[in-house]
């Protein structure tokens, strides 16, 4: 006996990855599955009570936290303890970078096992009910459930943390400096950056100390301010659009950073570069020019 929920999703033509099915069960005592063998990547996750999974001639005994693997073209078994029979979730999914990213978790047939803490199982569980909710197989639906199976998967990445192999500090300055890069429009703070990266933020200081010879604080002011520049010496912007533009919430906090750094205002800066240019390209004079006559003659 099963009461189960579930959505088997047609293919939408070849793609890196899609969802194939998913779905809810609550299972009777000694519900039993298998031997079965599948095409594509399942991830199961028990919400509640007990039951076995047979993979690889062996029997794993399994409770409420825990999840399992199975990968394609391998015969499995699960069932239902007789006692508490399990109730689980699960989210298939294939396509080309399937099988990377099952590697990327630290998951495998031989290692199929992976447990998860309650806050995490319960993010897993809504994922899949905002899938069940969502089963129209529109584009739109096809792309939000399709984000679903990202958070799904990235809950997973958190839960196998421990297991994943450590970043060295070149990779965390150059995800730091990237971010930097590609957010200057957001006024994030030093604090949000440790934050993303998952670092202590006195790490990310030694980090940038050692490696970039500042603080995290004065590589993004410099880069702030380097887009200052370029938007001052480049458009016509309004000083408060381009402090809005290089992550600065105040017009005057920009002004400040920018006389710190550059000895003048931006105004200044702007009408400095605009003479520069103009002197560049104006035509020379008429005195200049008979002088440039007389001296190819000679």
């Known amino acids: 006996m099963e009461d189960m929920q579930s959505i088997n999703v047609p293919p939408a033509g070849e793609s890196d990855l899609f969802l194939t099915t998913f779905g809810h ?26 039951g076995t999974f047979q993979a690889n001639q062996h029997t794993y005994c399994l409770h409420a ?17 007789a006692k508490e029979p399990w109730t689980y979730i699960w989210v298939a999914f294939n396509g080309s970078r399937a099988a990377e990213i099952i590697a990327s978790l630290r998951l495998s047939q031989a290692d199929p096992i992976y447990t ?18 969502h089963n129209s197989f529109t584009l739109s639906g096809r792309y939000y459930r399709l984000g679903l199976l990202m958070q799904f ?32 429009e957001e006024p994030f703070t030093v604090q949000e950056l440790a934050d993303y990266m ?39 912007f309004s000083v408060e659009s381009i402090a809005y533009s290089c992550g600065y919430a105040k017009s ?10 550059a000895g003048m205002t931006p105004t200044a ?20 020019a008979t002088g440039k006559k007389h001296a190819k003659k000679s």
């Open 25 to 50: 069960s609550v299972t009777g005592p000694g519900h039993r599955y298998g031997p079965a063998v599948r095409s594509y990547h399942l991830i199961h996750f028990i919400l509640a009570g007990k």
């Open 65 to 81: 936290g825990q999840g399992f693997l199975i990968e394609p073209d391998y015969q499995t078994t699960y069932e239902s303890d």
């Open 116 to 133: 998860c803490t309650k806050e995490q199982g319960a993010k897993l569980a809504a994922y899949v009910q905002d899938m069940l909710a």
């Open 153 to 184: 998967l990235s809950v997973l990445a958190e839960a196998q943390r421990d297991l994943l192999p450590p970043a060295d500090n070149n990779a965390y300055i150059s995800h730091m400096t990237n971010f930097i890069r590609t957010h200057l």
């Open 198 to 236: 998952n670092l202590n933020r006195s790490y990310v200081t030694t980090l940038f100390k050692r490696y970039l010879h500042c603080s995290p604080h004065e590589y993004i002011q410099n880069c702030r301010l380097t887009k200052a520049r370029h938007l001052l010496e480049t458009t016509t």
């Open 252 to 261: 005057d906090s920009f002004q400040r950073a920018f006389l710190r750094k």
């Open 269 to 288: 800066y702007r009408r400095q570069q605009q003479s520069s240019y103009l002197q560049a390209t104006e035509p020379p004079s008429s005195a200049e």
